[in-house]
């Protein structure tokens, strides 16, 4: 099976120089997945480019290198298509790159299904505040029946509950918060898919314990995980960092101290053996100010390149949807792909 998956990875490269170069397959859609093809299946030029923050890449794609399953991506090749991560790219970079002149492109990383928050109830009930949460997870508008993994981060608090959505792809999950702390709750669920355990979706939902309504995320920090290595940027000079952590389906933990500069830190992140997105967060102060901000990894949600909305009307847009493995999960790539107007 490695063996005939490599063949069909270097058949692929093989079959795709005639349309690289051909100019007279501009609006062929089988040039188009070839192109797509090329992009998942190749590792790209370095073959590490997305570790290698200083090289230049001469060659896009975006598998990870010595993979032997098709279709496996780099996590931090996929980070950098992000630009919030301080190490992204721009698409002028990653067009030069897949070095084919009259082809303008998008590419879309997203999870396989989609999963939303709600808050529905709170009460005091002695020295602490209840929390229940609607959780509802679809796929395209359809009910997905799934496990659910929640976290509650405040300040140095955390917990864990767990549950499961029914089949109308509904379930609850209630948290109990001290009323000793207060400020930036961040409620972290994790769904995985009952049909699949390599399924697995992610979303966040943050407010105020007795405290106001909290800042939007990356108003204190800007997160960009990249080499299993957090970089974390403070936007001011009194932040005061509390508790760095790493959270998956099934695990936590505390993130140990790289190194530490001028209004910026950094901290490792474990690699950990999960079918599961990585989520970071960093709880803390800006003076009287709590925060609790995360970042994914890989970074997502993500879409970069041409907008093709705006598109001349009659050009041919051709639209291909992947499914990949990151770090032992499934994702959805879209690609769409068109002539340069």
């Not at 200083?54 to 598998?63: E, F, P």
């Not at 996929?78 to 084919?100: C, D």
């Not at 079918?275 to 709880?283: Q, R």
């Not at 705006?310 to 990949?324: N, P, Q, R, T, W």
Request: glycine letters at 6%; zero cysteines.
């Amino acid at each position: 099976m490695i063996i005939l998956t490599l063949s069909a990875m270097a058949g692929t490269s093989k079959l795709m120089a005639p349309y690289l170069d051909d100019l007279s397959h501009r609006d062929d859609a089988e040039r188009f997945q070839q192109l797509a093809s090329h992009l998942l299946l190749n590792a790209g030029t370095p073959a590490s480019w997305g570790q290698m923050q200083a090289t230049v890449l001469s060659n896009l794609g975006l598998a990870k290198a010595d993979s032997s399953l098709p279709y496996e991506l780099d996590i931090d090749k996929v980070s950098r298509l992000n630009s919030e991560n301080i190490y992204s790219l721009t698409y002028s970079e990653l067009w030069e790159a897949l070095g084919v002149k009259d082809v303008a492109f998008q590419i879309e990383v997203k999870t396989l299904f989609e999963l939303s928050i709600s808050l529905i109830s709170n009460s005091t009930q002695g020295n602490q505040t209840v929390y229940e949460f609607e959780v509802a997870t679809e796929k395209s508008g359809m009910p997905l029946s799934t496990d659910l993994s929640g976290y509650v981060v405040v300040e140095s608090f955390v917990d864990k509950v767990t549950t499961a959505t029914a089949s109308n792809g509904v379930g609850s999950l209630t948290v109990n918060v001290p009323n000793s702390v207060n400020g930036t709750v961040l409620m972290l669920v994790f769904a995985r898919a009952q049909v699949n355990p390599q399924m697995v979706s992610f979303n966040t939902y943050t407010f105020g314990h007795n405290s106001p309504t909290p800042l939007p995320n990356r108003t204190f920090t800007r997160l960009s995980p990249l080499n299993h290595v957090l970089n974390v940027s403070l936007a001011y000079s009194t932040i005061e960092i509390l508790k760095p952590q790493v959270f998956t389906f099934n695990y936590n933990f505390s993130l140990t101290e790289k190194a530490d500069g001028v209004q910026t830190v950094e901290y490792f992140i474990p690699q950990l053996l999960d079918s599961s997105p990585m989520i970071t967060v960093l709880t803390g102060h800006n003076g009287s100010t709590s925060f609790a901000e995360w970042v994914s990894y890989p970074q997502l949600s993500l879409q970069i390149g041409v907008d093709f909305s705006e598109s001349i009307a009659g050009s041919k847009i051709v639209s291909l949807s992947h499914i990949v493995t990151i770090n032992f999960a499934l994702y959805e790539v879209v690609t769409k792909w068109g002539g340069l107007s």
